[in-house]
């Protein structure tokens, strides 16, 4: 298998005044090629650190691919870096310096001698071009390994990469492994350990199937992967390890590969030809602010309510004064009154309703922070959950607007009596 | 100096499934201090990776943070690899152990053996407390060198950093150099290269005040440094730039330090007691999210209208029809009686509306993409603003609330003329 390391090279990156995203998409590129990502590294502007990450990173990996620091601007010291490390001496190349020549005739720029720098390679170094800039990348074949050199803007690095260094990689090492399947299952509502142990007993060996748990609160990510030359193959494999999973944690999963729950959501919505008014409490908007990141939210989401007073929940959705007196605003009575009053009130088929307390204070010893009532109403009758969720402010309401969403989906797929 | 390396450990992160941003995080923090990043890495849950990396960035750095692969499940191997590393025995820790049950006791969770993984670690270890989850971080010192192991949840590593390793390494390190005194001014509404352009002058050296720029979207943060004994020697070097950069972005400043534009806009509310309404449309419901992130936020945000509907915006907000047919529910009359309507049916002092076209769909040649319309209502009148941005849905709306709160905060400050 071919192990590839990324090296990005920049003081903006050390200093940590610019987020580095080359890595994250050469890394995801790697993945999809079947390619294993061995290391990655950010050293800044500076000879010694350069030379030192590439012999090291040499020592990892077969090919090492290195964005950054290939302006024609006096910090930009990577192209002669490199040829250094390697004892070879620096030549211009004429087509390069006449390409650029005429990037700067076609776009009206003034040249100016620093920019000849662009055009001057390490000896033996393979030109990978830039179709978008003046920043030609190139690459070196050193002792059966290869380092390719692109730069380190996004937009001309996420075009030379696929472009010019993904084919050479094959070129240069045509046993670069079998292609990489995967299949990822998105639950929400059990604890990763817990999640964990239900599948602890799955033989990844036997299945020749990996499964890998990537939190990202309040989801969890099973990724399942597979390595072969048959995707059909792979999809066997793949879907006999799902069903085992479907079978122990359906309950739990939301969404597959890249579906969002606002957008399974949206979708089951928009296929049954539902609408839907949300009255939101403490999550404060936030259920419809991911509603309406799917575009054409529109079809279904009719409005929503942010009813932070009492005074906007009896004025708007019909809760009675008696009813936030008599059982307080958070309340089982007063999350079915919303939701009731939202579907009522904006002529919807759906009403959904979040009421709670996030904190950090507010809390009493009956109803300590945390205490959420969601419930749902459809034209038969209304459900209502109560959940006690231990986060602080922000993550309460996040994970309250994932369980609300849950509730629509399920609501979708089964009815009221699986809400 | 003291130089220091960051690795990250997890083969989501290698894999390119999730972004990285403790590195990110972490270097800022090390400027802060005036520490040198000399080096970021990130390799997979491979004990031999771990143990290569190690190697490497000891002889680059005096220190380490290791963050990643400290969960409770099998493919968590960053304690055992270190230990393995390093010939050291892992040794159960029964005050850690306590303190994690305690936690699974508190919040309701199932225990499962596997848990008791995260109270094991390498002899000689000091415990760095996680006082957000069950993952304790460690300190080993090694040969006149520290390596500091903490979490990869970023929530975790965010708080145990400066609480934990950060004074660990003063302590470890007494020379590590001149205190570092900082000032953040975050800035929107003007692009990177011209704030740059504004402040290029300035002379740092003369000033002894370095200017940082950290584009966090849509806001910009401009850090302000110095490196002195003395405290009030720095506060008068950065109070001079900073009255500086005050005279030439004041319009642009909306917040310093750890101040946001939600908690500016809420101390402001809440200083002078005023309260406000939201009517969003094209935001929908992002605007009171960030509100409600605020403690305290029912005190002065009496309700919002996700008014995603011509009739919601019709019978919420009293817009007409006919205006509505007219002009259309992007257009300044639209958005003025919006906020008016919001205002008056609230009874707040304030009513907020923004009403735009966030696409993918929905543009035309007069109103294209992007077209966003604010305004501001208070008891005398109303004001409003025309956006044209250009970005995708979700950006969209992360710039239109922080431009509808911008508005606000101006109000605040200086009436509606400051608009």
Request: proline letters at 5%; aromatic letters at 6%; charged letters at 25%.
């Amino acid at each position: 298998m071919l192990h590839v390391a990324i090296l990005t090279i920049g003081d903006e990156l050390t200093g940590g005044r610019i987020q580095d995203t080359n890595t994250s998409f050469i890394a995801r590129a790697c993945g999809r090629e079947g390619w294993k990502l061995a290391a990655s590294m950010a050293v800044g502007d500076d000879e010694g650190a350069i030379k030192k990450a590439l012999d090291y990173l040499l020592t990892l990996a077969d090919a090492v691919v290195v964005t950054g620091g290939l302006g024609p601007t006096a910090d930009d010291i990577t192209t002669e870096s490199i040829a250094k490390a390697f004892g070879l001496p620096l030549i211009a190349n004429d087509e390069v310096l006449a390409y650029i020549k005429t990037i700067f005739v076609n776009y009206n720029l003034v040249w100016t001698d620093n920019n000849a720098k662009q055009a001057v390679f390490p000896a033996g170094a393979e030109i990978i071009p830039n179709p978008g800039g003046t920043a030609a990348g190139f690459a070196l074949h050193v002792g059966g390994k290869v380092i390719a050199v692109i730069p380190g803007v996004p937009r001309e690095a996420e075009r030379m990469f696929p472009e010019g260094v993904v084919p050479l990689f094959k070129r240069a090492f045509p046993e670069a492994g079998l292609p990489v399947h995967t299949r990822t299952i998105k639950i929400f509502g059990v604890p990763e350990a817990k999640a964990d142990e239900l599948l602890a007993d799955i033989d990844r060996k036997k299945e020749g199937v990996e499964i890998g748990f990537y939190p990202r609160f309040p989801e969890i990510h099973l990724v399942l992967s597979c390595r072969t030359e048959s995707a059909s193959d792979a999809k066997q494999k793949l879907g006999h390890v799902e069903a085992i999973i479907e079978g122990r944690l359906s309950e739990f999963i939301f969404a597959y590969d890249d579906e969002t729950m606002e957008g399974t959501v949206a979708a089951g919505l928009t296929d049954r030809g539902l609408t839907i008014a949300v009255a939101e409490s403490c999550t404060g908007g936030l259920i419809c602010d991911r509603l309406t990141d799917v575009p054409g939210s529109s079809g279904f989401l009719e409005r929503g309510f942010v009813t932070y007073s009492n005074a906007a929940k009896t004025e708007l959705l019909g809760v009675p004064q008696e009813t936030l007196e008599e059982h307080g605003a958070v309340s089982e009575p007063t999350a079915r009154l919303m939701a009731e009053g939202a579907r009522k009130n904006a002529g919807t088929d759906l009403g959904l309703s979040v009421t709670g307390i996030a904190g950090p204070t507010g809390g009493s010893a009956a109803k300590p922070v945390g205490t959420v009532f969601i419930a749902l109403a459809d034209k038969k009758g209304t459900s209502c959950r109560n959940y006690s969720f231990r986060w602080d402010r922000r993550r309460i309401k996040q994970i309250s607007a994932q369980a609300a969403l849950l509730m629509v989906r399920r609501y979708l797929r089964g009815g009221m009596e699986s809400v």
